[in-house]
């Protein structure tokens, strides 16, 4: 089970960090991606994190401004977002996977979501 927090109302310019907690698995045994869907919009990659934490791969659209991590004793892996635009406003999710994916295809685990609005 994987629970995304972290979200809520920010301003253009501002920062957030989102969480997302894994429980029932061997966390560190999967890559963890993060990706976002705004209203009719497709689910999109925003990153994606190695097993160890060593490797990551970032969406142009956020390449600089977010950062990805993971801490594998807590089971955790983190979205730091930083100057942020209004575009960024969406859903956030959380996916388990076995491999760098882009797709939403690649992953096999997901979790709940978490709102990120961004104000103008």
């Known amino acids: 089970q994987l629970q995304a927090s972290g979200g809520g109302l920010v301003q253009a310019g501002g920062s957030l960090r989102l969480s997302c907690a894994a429980s029932?698995?061997?966390?560190?045994?999967?890559?963890m991606g993060w990706f976002r869907q705004a209203p009719g919009k497709e689910r999109d990659f925003v990153a994606v994190?190695?097993?160890?934490?060593?490797?990551?791969i970032y969406a142009d659209s956020v390449k600089g401004r977010f950062t990805i991590s993971r801490d594998n004793a807590k089971n955790t892996v983190y979205l730091q977002m930083n100057n942020l635009k209004p575009e960024d406003t969406a859903v956030y999710y959380c996916?388990?996977?076995?491999?760098?994916?882009?797709?939403?295809?690649?992953?096999?685990?997901w979790g709940q979501g978490t709102q990120v609005t961004v104000s103008s």
């Open positions: 996916a388990a996977g076995a491999g760098m994916w882009r797709s939403t295809s690649g992953y096999d685990y």
């Open positions: 029932g698995r061997t966390f560190s045994g999967y890559f």
């Open positions: 994190i190695s097993l160890s934490g060593g490797r990551s």
